[in-house]
């Protein structure tokens, strides 16, 4: 009760500070109440899945660590999931990749999967009111050559525009049965280690099976599409790199996912929001942190971040903009990176919000540099953590540090004994 009384006290003090430059904080919490994470669910299982638990991650990516007690099968895949949302304030969704079916224990070939196989999440999603998210799966598998949709063979090809299909189709019965729609991610990894001499032609493939893909029109899913710099084994050449995707998004009015970890470390990702709200319908984000290029580090409050949710809040975008998040680190508490990128997440949404957005237009349109620089200095040493711990607080969820004792003793009681 005393702390509870200190954060009601500190709060009402932030509160006023912010109103004296003309912020709403009780608008701003508002706006934060209504914005939905989309997690990861292979952050529980450092992308293992359940079609192949113990199968080689392939595709150019990597899960480091062997933190003991990660998810072994989807009980505790969801249960990990269950207790890391107990202490993140809000109500969010859940990005499912495609080998994270329901396969009760039997093998289903990638091109022949059915809602029938994401039943049982539907319907847990929607008793732990969450609603849910897809990503077609292409790597980790045998067909997963150097180039997928984008290989000149039509075996492979083939295969997977069926399996992207079905996963369109899959998505389209999540949105219908949630009574909102899916947002359904497409990433491959195909490219080349080394010299490349024919990217025109595996870019028009790559075209023409994205066209065939998206010739069926659904009301109830969202398409997105993910580049990616390199990866690897494919550090030379990536069919799906950002122009083209970029290029495809706006021909084709699709959702461009922008990756944090996936351009080169000085480039700004906020800087591309402005360009592709102009020209695309909607956007969506996976963030993560990136230290050496697409490491996928626990999200933080570090500046590339908050300058992301700036400027998603300045261009008055939240609408227009899907946020989910894309790390998975082996190496820490899983449930606890969970926990710490989601909040870190959510504060640079809110210290974006309470942003005396007004006062800094008007010294911009009056080209008053110096004044507008001062007060975005003065602004990083507001009482913003104090209406986040307010916002915590109400939404019954661990204020401040009081999360990490709980996630120990669900370490000590469950996952220590997996």
């Known amino acids: 009760m005393v702390k509870e009384k200190l954060v009601q006290q500190a709060y009402e003090i932030?509160?006023?500070?912010?109103?004296?430059?003309?912020?709403?904080?009780?608008?701003?919490?508002?706006?934060?109440?209504?914005?939905?994470?989309?997690l990861h669910c292979w952050q529980a299982d450092d992308v293992s899945g359940f079609e192949n638990p113990d199968g080689e991650l392939t595709g150019g990516i990597q899960s480091t660590g062997n933190y003991p007690g990660k998810a072994r099968n989807i009980d505790e895949l969801r249960a990990d999931i269950k207790k890391a949302t107990s202490f993140i304030p809000g109500k969010h969704r859940l990005s499912l990749h495609a080998i994270y079916g329901d396969f009760q224990g039997k093998f289903v070939e990638r091109d022949q999967l059915e809602p029938k196989h994401f039943a049982s999440w539907m319907q847990w999603a929607k008793e732990n009111e969450m609603k849910l998210d897809f990503n077609s799966t292409s790597f980790s598998h045998p067909k997963s050559e150097a180039l997928t949709l984008s290989s000149p063979k039509k075996e492979i090809r083939e295969f997977w525009i069926e399996h992207t299909?079905?996963?369109?189709?899959?998505a389209?019965?999540?949105?219908?049965?949630?009574?909102?729609?899916?947002?359904?991610?497409?990433?491959?990894?195909?490219?080349?280690?080394?010299?490349?001499?024919?990217?025109?032609e595996y870019r028009r493939i790559l075209e023409q099976s994205l066209d065939?893909?998206?010739?069926?029109?659904y009301n109830n899913m969202k398409d997105c599409i993910e580049s990616k710099l390199f990866g690897?084994?494919?550090?030379?050449?990536?069919?799906?790199?950002?122009?083209?995707?970029?290029?495809?998004?706006?021909?084709?009015?699709?959702?461009?996912?922008?990756?944090?970890?996936h351009f080169h470390l000085t480039e700004s990702i906020a800087d591309k929001i402005s360009c592709l709200?102009?020209?695309?319908?909607?956007?969506?984000?996976?963030?993560?942190?990136?230290?050496?290029?697409d490491s996928d580090h626990v999200t933080l409050m570090s500046d590339d971040t908050l300058e992301l949710a700036k400027e998603i809040v300045r261009a008055n975008a939240l609408d227009r903009v899907n946020i989910g998040l894309d790390y998975f680190d082996g190496s820490i508490n899983r449930i606890g990176a969970y926990?710490?990128?989601s909040r870190a997440t959510q504060k640079c949404f809110l210290h974006a919000l309470l942003e005396p957005i007004e006062i800094l237009r008007k010294y911009e349109s009056k080209e008053q540099g110096f004044e507008r620089l001062a007060l975005l200095e003065e602004c990083k040493g507001l009482p913003w953590n104090a209406v986040w711990d307010y916002f915590c607080l109400k939404n019954n969820v661990p204020v401040g540090e009081d999360f990490i004792p709980e996630i120990q003793q669900y370490e000590k009681e469950v996952t220590s004994k997996r």
């Open 172 to 200: 389209e019965a999540m949105g219908v049965y949630q009574g909102s729609p899916c947002v359904m991610n497409l990433w491959i990894h195909d490219g080349s280690k080394d010299m490349t001499v024919n990217r025109l």
């Open 212 to 217: 065939e893909i998206f010739a069926q029109k």
């Open 232 to 261: 690897i084994g494919a550090e030379y050449y990536t069919v799906g790199s950002h122009d083209f995707y970029l290029g495809y998004g706006v021909k084709n009015q699709k959702i461009v996912t922008l990756d944090t970890g």
């Open 14 to 38: 932030a509160r006023e500070r912010y109103a004296a430059l003309g912020v709403d904080v009780d608008a701003a919490l508002n706006k934060l109440q209504k914005i939905s994470l989309s």
């Open 165 to 170: 299909k079905r996963c369109r189709a899959i």
């Open 339 to 341: 926990v710490i990128g």
């Open 277 to 293: 709200l102009l020209f695309t319908p909607e956007i969506m984000l996976h963030v993560s942190r990136p230290i050496r290029w």
